[in-house]
């Protein structure tokens, strides 16, 4: 079992930044594909970025250039970093894992999810 516990959001303007860390539990946290995804109201939760076991990354489209994924395996964490951050950003951000497939961005391949932090940009 891996836990996976999300913190860094919070309030902030359009145009400003955030970082937002996931802290996972387990020894083999170097061999999972990470991601990040979010969540609007009314909405499906749609892929954002991940991150392979090797440091592959891989983001959507609307956040390429602003946002950047990265990890630290010897904290057994990883990051998002936003910058740029536009109203339409807002959402539930969640933390995911798989170790079943590579660098994977469908949320149905994630094995592991954390609770999620709110992000919420201000226009």
């Known amino acids: 079992q891996v836990q996976l516990v999300e913190s860094g959001g919070g309030l902030v303007q359009a145009g400003g930044s955030l970082r937002l860390s996931c802290a996972a539990s387990?020894?083999?946290?170097?061999?999972?594909?990470m991601g990040w995804f979010r969540q609007a109201p009314g909405k499906e939760r749609e892929f954002v970025a991940r991150?392979?076991?090797?440091?592959?990354?891989g983001y959507e489209d609307s956040v390429k250039g602003r946002f950047t994924i990265s990890r630290d395996n010897t904290k057994n964490t990883v990051y998002l970093q936003m910058n740029s951050l536009k109203p339409e950003d807002t959402a539930v951000y969640y933390c995911?894992?798989?170790?079943?497939?590579?660098?994977?961005?469908?949320?149905?391949?994630?094995?592991?999810w954390g609770q999620g932090t709110q992000v919420t940009v201000s226009s």
């Open positions: 991150v392979t076991w090797s440091g592959t990354t």
């Open positions: 387990g020894r083999t946290f170097s061999r999972y594909t």
């Open positions: 995911a894992a798989t170790t079943r497939y590579y660098g994977s961005t469908s949320k149905g391949n994630y094995d592991y």
